[in-house]
């Protein structure tokens, strides 16, 4: 059986492209129509959104949409699938590339996210990533969101994630009982700090350049 190497995919392979193409736009016109700031609503239905967390229901902290409409605002749609030259600009330095070389290894690839499929599986398919990778795990799919380790119940046995957030993808990952690379777009932390985390939190490794990726992974399918 051929080892998982997963990756999350906001800001790890490309910059948030839900959060950019979509929901930003419609929180601007929701914004408009209630004369209020976009920071002022944000705040609100983010509110919302770790309200859910603290009290334990990860997976419903994510979904966005029945948390707007909690929140009193108009039905967040679904995302349609884009055109690939208008994600292309928020793909990451050197991902493609990276990803066609490890399709070349003897190892299965997966997304581990948690954004809903929904919101997620348009753009992954715009780009044609839905070739690239075994299995895209969410968890309104799996019942489970990071840093939960059963999160990557399906992608066992796992050889190493790959991810930009301490909680959700380094510490996580140690969880599942696989390595951590820390890599892509990271922005200061402001990880749902889970009440059982380690006070410090440390990726096996940190790739700042993604060619270097292959033939990291190359070197641990030699020690497995």
Do not use: C
């Amino acid at each position: 059986m051929k080892p998982w190497v997963t990756f999350d995919l906001d800001n790890t392979l490309i910059r948030s492209p839900f959060a950019y193409l979509h929901f930003l736009p419609w929180l601007k016109d929701q914004a408009q129509k209630r004369n209020l700031g976009d920071d002022q609503l944000w705040e609100r239905i983010r509110g919302h959104a770790e309200r859910k967390w603290r009290r334990g229901d990860w997976v419903a902290s994510f979904d966005w949409a029945t948390i707007v409409q909690e929140s009193g605002l108009d039905v967040l749609p679904d995302p349609m699938q884009p055109r690939a030259v208008n994600l292309r600009p928020l793909v990451l330095p050197h991902v493609d590339r990276m990803l066609r070389e490890l399709r070349r290894l003897p190892v299965s690839l997966a997304l581990v996210t948690n954004g809903f499929y929904a919101y997620q599986a348009p753009y992954v398919r715009a780009l044609g990533w839905d070739y690239v990778f075994d299995a895209i795990i969410t968890p309104d799919r799996s019942g489970y969101a990071k840093p939960h380790p059963l999160t990557f119940a399906e992608v066992t046995p796992g050889l190493v994630h790959v991810g930009d957030r301490l909680t959700h993808d380094v510490l996580v990952a140690h969880r599942a009982g696989r390595l951590a690379i820390r890599a892509g777009h990271r922005s200061p932390e402001r990880d749902r700090i889970d009440p059982l985390s380690p006070t410090r939190i440390h990726p096996d490794l940190t790739v700042e350049d993604y060619r270097q990726l292959p033939a990291i992974i190359e070197y641990l399918l030699r020690r497995v």
